[in-house]
């Protein structure tokens, strides 16, 4: 059984830093990505990594945000930096079908796998 499990949310003050992890147990796929979901809005694709480190992101958050994994752990994380009160939302970690090759993708659609969702609030 598949589960995904996000930490490292919580609240600060724009220009502010957090670390988000998500531990993958179960799963034994290599694309896995970040999005989040802000009130009253859809969900979006923040950042997604393929197994050979390549990564993707939102134009919102390059240059801020970097994520990474632990394959040894089965771990991985969102360096979020020079936050900003639109990043507030709830962050899910979320991974495709193990034989896919769609890895990067924010087509949400194609994530058959996620995690609860850990809230971060930014405030100005």
């Known amino acids: 059984q598949v589960q995904l499990v996000e930490s490292g949310g919580g609240s600060v003050q724009a220009g502010g830093s957090l670390r988000l992890s998500c531990a993958a147990s179960?799963?034994?796929?290599?694309?896995i990505g970040w999005f989040r979901q802000a009130a009253g809005e859809e969900r979006e694709g923040v950042a997604g990594?393929?197994?050979?480190?390549?990564?993707t992101y939102a134009e919102s958050v390059k240059g801020r945000f970097t994520i990474s994994r632990d394959g040894a752990k089965r771990e991985l994380y969102l360096e979020m930096n020079s936050l900003e009160p639109s990043d507030t939302a709830m962050y899910y970690c979320a991974a495709l079908p193990p034989n896919s090759d769609k890895c990067g993708t924010f087509r949400s659609e194609r994530y058959i796998y996620w995690g609860q969702g850990t809230q971060v609030t930014v405030s100005s």
């Open positions: 179960g799963y034994r796929g290599y694309c």
């Open positions: 990594i393929a197994p050979d480190g390549t990564s």
